[in-house]
């Protein structure tokens, strides 16, 4: 009888959790019985291992072999437990134990010829383990770069399990950490391209200023996609703790470059208008895998024809434009991940969709239907409202328009007036103000209020329209160097939200 014991990670959601595996051989019948709610992939692992551990020129035990994951009442996920699966049998198989295998967490997916192949979700359960307390992670050279970003714990890679064997026995190294390169700057659609638009690309610069959403509506190629790409070039690049959030969430869906993983500049997430439920929010068996909005987390999500997306999956971005997150209920658990996006919608005002109204052939009756699936409580959430008109042959006359460069910078001196208000009440932005300190500690005087007053009177506005302009009039403040919003801010706010031009 003989016992080997190795750790890994169980990802689940962005948080992690420490498994020990232990590797128990007994007399009996040959078998491997795999224990402690593993998946399909996971249950596939002791074929893997087995053709892993033999073709490295190790004997596999010819008795009976238990493998048992702990804690046993949590569902594990994945192929990111064959190293520490086959460490713990080789140890077992020894009958003695490492001292290195004590001391590390070890993360990968095996070949059968034994080469470590990479998976996915290595940051955060890198993260996990330093949390923990775990002085060394071991992991794909692939992943190594990735795991790097983490500070604080010691991070190998490993390329073979024989390398792993040697290592463990103290007569090889492993790959040590590798300094991740900053990825390139990114070439940004400059904002000179867009051809005249002088509304739409102020509303642009206010949603880039105070992280607002925005709507855009009008006929086909008057510019409304070109508008909406080009807003994360107007924003700010991620600080550190947000890069780390964003590169997390890419790191569990796979999408993550080996080579620079850091992800530094907010994501733009643009998926098809026939997208699902779960494609738009997250989902799948088991445990949720994040969606669009949340690797939109941080960025942009940008809904393009907006009007031809089923009406559950547009009612499903209630929650995260109101929380900031999604919490999705599976069989093996709820999984949380944050998803704090900016949200930019397109549509035609119409199905026909003629590039000038009058040769528009829709009933009012169809025009109402045709943008019936945006609810008025999701609509409720959109702060800035833009339609869009064809543009005349004058916009094409000599001029320079403003590119992004010129609006980023003053966006950047907006937000960092903002981020200065609203520190010590733990905000950043003028769009996650809640609506008490809006109201109760940054009150504007009676003549401010009067447009939202009368609005509100009148029941074209809601309470939550209410703290909604008001956080837009103090992004039109920052952007103009006030210090309060005036009765113009007020009022320019509201016909945003209205749909109107402003004065």
Request: one cysteine or more; hydrophobic letters at 45%.
């Amino acid at each position: 009888m003989a016992l080997g014991r190795a750790y890994s990670v169980a990802v689940r959601g962005l948080d992690g959790e420490i498994v020990e595996i232990e590797a128990h051989i007994s007399s009996g019948l040959p078998g491997v019985f795999l224990v402690g709610l593993p998946d399909a992939a996971l249950r596939e692992s002791r074929d893997r291992v087995r053709a892993a551990i033999t073709n490295c020129g190790n004997d596999w035990p010819q008795s009976r072999l238990v493998l048992a994951l702990s804690p046993a009442t949590l569902p594990k996920i994945g192929s990111l437990y064959d190293i520490a699966i086959a460490a713990a049998v080789l140890s077992a198989t020894s009958k003695r134990p490492w001292d290195r295998l004590e001391k590390s967490v070890l993360l990968g997916e095996l070949a059968l010829d034994g080469r470590v192949r990479p998976v996915r979700g290595v940051l955060p359960a890198v993260l996990a383990a330093k949390r923990q307390g775990w002085p060394t992670v071991v992991v794909p050279v692939a992943n190594l770069a990735e795991a790097s970003l983490v500070d604080g714990i010691e991070v190998l890679g490993v390329q073979t399990l024989q390398q792993l064997q040697g290592w463990l026995k103290g007569k090889t190294a492993l790959g040590d950490r590798v300094d991740v390169s900053t990825p390139s700057p990114e070439t940004v659609a400059d904002l000179a391209d867009v051809v005249g638009q002088t509304h739409a690309r102020f509303a642009v610069e206010v949603a880039a200023a105070g992280a607002h959403h925005l709507m855009l509506t009008g006929p086909p190629g008057v510019g409304k996609t070109m508008l909406a790409q080009r807003l994360p070039g107007l924003l700010p690049k991620l600080n550190d703790s947000e890069a780390l959030e964003v590169t997390a969430i890419h790191s569990v869906v796979g999408l993550l470059s080996e080579s620079t993983p850091l992800i530094t500049h907010p994501p733009f997430i643009a998926p098809h208008h026939s997208s699902s439920v779960a494609a738009l929010v997250g989902g799948g068996s088991g445990l949720a895998r994040p969606g669009a909005v949340s690797r939109a987390h941080r960025g942009v999500l940008f809904l393009d024809e907006c009007a031809e997306i089923r009406v559950s999956v547009l009612e499903s971005l209630r929650t995260p434009l109101e929380d900031g997150e999604i919490r999705l209920a599976r069989r093996d658990g709820v999984a949380c991940y944050p998803a704090r996006f900016q949200l930019v919608l397109a549509a035609n005002p119409c199905a026909c969709a003629q590039p000038d109204p009058k040769d528009c052939i829709c009933t009012s009756h169809e025009k109402r239907r045709y943008l019936g699936k945006l609810s008025g409580p999701l609509m409720d959430r959109v702060d800035l409202r833009v339609e869009m008109h064809m543009v005349r042959a004058g916009a094409f006359a000599p001029g320079e328009a403003e590119n992004t460069a010129a609006v980023r910078h003053r966006v950047a001196q907006a937000r960092a007036a903002a981020a200065e208000r609203w520190r010590r009440y733990g905000f950043t932005t003028n769009a996650e103000v809640t609506g008490s300190v809006l109201r109760r500690k940054f009150r504007l005087d009676t003549v401010a209020m009067a447009p939202l007053k009368t609005a509100l009177e009148r029941g074209v506005l809601s309470i939550r329209g209410v703290d909604r302009s008001l956080r837009v009039a103090w992004t039109l403040a920052d952007l103009a160097g006030r210090t309060t919003p005036s009765v113009d801010d007020v009022a320019v706010a509201l016909s945003f939200r209205q749909g109107e031009v402003a004065p």
